[in-house]
Structures are given as structure tokens and as C-alpha cells.
């Protein structure tokens, strides 16, 4: 009889015991628990997604301002489409001025050469100078940092005499000539001899040839905008020559 | 005699307590109704729903923008990759423009305009000597006149010739035979 109460106590020993365990596993393991991975999750695992998510939102931002920027730069192209013709004309004129071939001051030496001859002119001397670094004209010029597209400057020096009039005569003709020279200087002086007028006409000029490094060149001329123009007063300059 | 004594206890004083006692029964109901497991859970629900919402507002929302975006980008730019020459036509233009503007499109003076305007400004008169200075566009006639007055002419024309500009005497000679004036005058373009 006294072993069946000790048993049945023990019983419920053991039954209060594991109630006071579910308990404490209920009020406190549990809640900590949840917490503990709640915690975890918002760190882990939401801040991230989160983050993720902001960097997207940005990243959407710069994709639109991409996307407007290559919109306008579509818009530009096309417009440079349509006006291609008129570019080129103009880029022939510019090439028209400072050709690419090298024998161009050549052939237009021999052109005064010619020109003189048929107006009676001596021509006492005719040389072609040093060329100037196209460095050196990029400085003078552009201010291009880089030598993929250059140009070069050719002075040519003559000095012929003959009668007022045949110089006059040959100078007009020159003034009529396509190719396009700058004139550096001259002077056209009388001298009285043995009774007659005779002048001596002295005349630098230069040409100028462009130089470009065409693989260099293109990647160059890709990495200008085509929102860029051509400076007014280049244009202005064109459309006064090409009239 | 019977004495009446009053003992204090600050320890019985401080457990005083206003709030009865629970009993038994009381705790189990307390116990009973806890909902301590079911925040619990809906702390962790939670915590799942934030994440299934972020993820579907990603999925629904900011990757399809992406993509379209970057879709649209790359469809603008295949376009303009397909009109590369005409970029590089441009490109071309206006390097080669910008090389030539100013040491040589500004000095492009013909020698016949030159000429032409020397002869203007001297009215007639026989020019002698005609220079052009290396590079400064800086012009230098030499007119023969018959007499003081014909330079003052000269040089009063000169000054209202729109073409020229910072004109000035560089020298009034006296020649004796035959008795003429020699007036050496400089002046600089406007002709661009």
C-alpha cells in the first residue's frame, strides 16, 4: 500500500515536473526563439532584400537617365542622318582646302610655274621651305592634345619680275585658282631701269596638308559628340566660298 | 502589570501588498488564455511576409523595369551603332574644322582683294612698293604724290576705309628729282 503512494507521488512529481518544463518551454524558449529568429531574419535576410531592392531602384534611376541621354544622342544622330549630305559637302570643302595627298604643293608649284610663264614673268627663285611641325600648328590652331589627326604647313617662297602689269595680270589669275593657299607675305617693289618700269614681285605662301592616322583618326572622330557643330564662323566661311 | 509594547519590522512594513493574493485556480485561467506561442509565430509570419513582399514587389516590379530598360538601351544604341559613319562624318567635320579655324581660315586674304584695296586707298596715285608682313596681316604701301596736300587726301581716305583698320604714316619722304613725296603708310586688314 505504501509502495502504490509512493508510486502515484512519484507520478505526479514527474507530472508537475514536465508541466513546469512545458511551461518554461512555453513562456520563455518559445518567445526567445521567435525573437532570436525574427532578429536574424530582418538582418539576414530583409536588410539585404531591402538593400537589394534600393540598389535596383537606383540602378533604374541611372538606367532611365542612360536611356534619355541615348535617346537625345539617337535624336542627334538622326538629325545628322538627314543633314549627311550637307556634312559631307562640307567635310569635301575642308579636305578640298587641306588635301591629304603629299604631292599637292608640288603640282601647285607647278601650276605658278606655268602661270608665270604664260605672263612673261622671270621667276629668280622658287623654293619650298622647312615644314612646320604640325605640333607647332596645333598649338597656333586647335589645341588638340592628341596627333591622331594633325596638320601640316608647307610654305612655298617665289620671287619673279616682269612688267606692273603682268604681275597685275598674274596675280588676278592666281586669285582664281581652286587651291587653297594663305599668304604669308610678298612684295611687289618698282625699280626704275634703263628707262623702263621693271618690278619685282616676292611671294610666300602656304599649303597645307592634313595628316591623320586613320585607325587612330576614326576613334577620335567617334568620341565627338554629335550634338558638336561645326563652328559658326567655319560655316560662315563655308557658305561665303561655296556661293 | 501588563506592559504595551509596539515592535516595528521595516521588512514586514516594505512586503506590505494592496494586490490580493491569486489563487490556484486564478494562475491556471492566466495561464491558460496566454497567447505567448502565438505572438510568437506571428512574429516569425511576419518576418516571412516582409521578405515574400519584398521578393514579389522585386520580381513584379524592379527587375521587369530593368530589363525593359536595359532592353531599350541596348535597341537605342544598336541604332545608333548602325549610324556609326554618319557620327564619324561629324566627328571628322568638325576636328578638321576646328584645326583649320584659326591659323588658317582667319589669314585667308586673297592677294587680288589685297591689291585692289592698296589701290583704293591710295586714289590713284602710283603705288611703288606694296608689302605684306610675315603673319600680322600688317600691310605696308609706299604712294607717290605731288604734293603735302595729296597726303593728307590719302590718309583721310584711308581712315574712313572700312576694310582697314589701325592705319597709320610710317614716313613722308621729299624726293628732289623729279620733286615728288614718297608717303609710307601701314594699316591691317578688316576684310574677314
Known amino acids: 500500500m505504501d509502495q502504490i503512494i509512493t508510486l502515484e507521488e512519484r507520478k505526479k512529481k514527474e507530472a508537475s515536473k514536465s508541466k513546469k518544463y512545458a511551461k518554461f518551454f512555453k513562456f520563455y524558449v518559445v518567445p526567445i526563439i521567435s525573437v532570436i529568429i525574427f532578429m536574424v531574419s530582418i538582418l539576414l535576410i530583409i536588410i539585404p532584400k531591402f538593400n537589394e531592392i534600393t540598389t535596383d531602384t537606383t540602378a533604374i534611376s541611372s538606367l532611365e537617365s542612360e536611356r534619355s541621354k541615348a535617346s537625345n544622342k539617337l535624336g542627334y544622330v538622326r538629325a545628322l542622318r538627314s543633314n549627311q549630305i550637307e556634312l559631307q559637302q562640307n567635310l569635301d570643302f575642308l579636305d578640298s582646302i587641306a588635301p591629304s595627298g603629299s604631292t599637292e604643293v608640288i603640282e601647285f608649284s607647278e601650276r605658278l610655274s606655268s602661270l608665270a610663264d604664260r605672263y612673261s614673268l622671270e621667276i629668280e627663285t622658287q623654293r619650298a621651305n622647312d615644314l612646320l611641325s604640325a605640333s607647332s600648328i596645333n598649338q597656333q590652331g586647335s589645341n588638340l592634345a592628341d596627333t591622331s589627326v594633325t596638320i601640316q604647313e608647307i610654305p612655298v617662297s617665289f620671287r619673279m619680275s616682269g612688267t606692273f602689269r603682268n604681275i597685275d595680270s598674274f596675280i588676278t589669275e592666281l586669285s582664281r585658282l581652286d587651291d587653297f593657299v594663305i599668304l604669308r607675305d610678298f612684295t611687289l617693289e618698282g625699280i626704275e631701269e634703263e628707262g623702263r618700269s621693271l618690278w619685282t614681285f616676292e611671294l610666300t605662301f602656304s599649303k597645307y596638308q592634313f595628316r591623320e592616322d586613320s585607325i587612330e583618326a576614326t576613334g577620335r572622330y567617334l568620341k565627338i559628340s554629335p550634338s558638336s557643330t561645326l563652328d559658326s564662323s567655319i560655316l560662315e566661311y563655308i557658305d561665303r566660298k561655296q556661293l | ?192
Open chain 2, 1 to 192: 502589570m501588563a506592559t504595551n509594547t509596539f515592535s516595528f519590522s521595516e521588512k514586514k512594513f516594505k512586503e506590505f501588498n494592496l494586490v490580493p493574493p491569486i489563487s490556484k485556480e486564478e494562475i491556471k485561467v492566466i495561464e491558460k488564455r496566454d497567447t505567448t506561442i502565438i505572438y510568437s509565430f506571428i512574429l516569425l509570419f511576419s518576418a516571412a511576409l516582409m521578405y515574400f513582399s519584398l521578393s514579389m514587389y522585386q520580381a513584379i516590379r524592379v527587375t521587369p523595369k530593368i530589363d525593359s530598360l536595359e532592353n531599350e538601351i541596348s535597341q537605342i544604341e544598336n541604332e545608333i551603332g548602325l549610324n556609326q559613319d554618319v557620327v564619324i562624318l561629324n566627328g571628322e567635320l568638325i576636328t578638321k574644322g576646328n584645326i583649320l579655324l584659326k591659323p588658317i581660315l582667319a589669314n585667308d586674304i586673297k592677294l587680288r582683294e589685297i591689291i585692289d584695296l592698296s589701290n583704293d586707298i591710295a586714289l590713284g596715285n602710283s603705288i611703288v612698293d606694296y608689302a605684306l608682313e610675315d603673319r600680322e596681316s600688317l600691310m605696308v604701301i609706299v604712294v607717290t604724290l605731288d604734293n603735302i596736300d595729296q597726303v593728307i587726301e590719302v590718309y583721310r581716305n584711308s581712315l574712313v576705309n572700312e576694310n582697314i583698320k589701325d592705319v597709320s604714316i610710317r614716313s613722308v619722304k621729299f624726293r628732289n628729282d623729279p620733286e615728288r613725296i614718297d608717303l609710307e603708310l601701314e594699316f591691317r586688314f578688316n576684310l574677314i
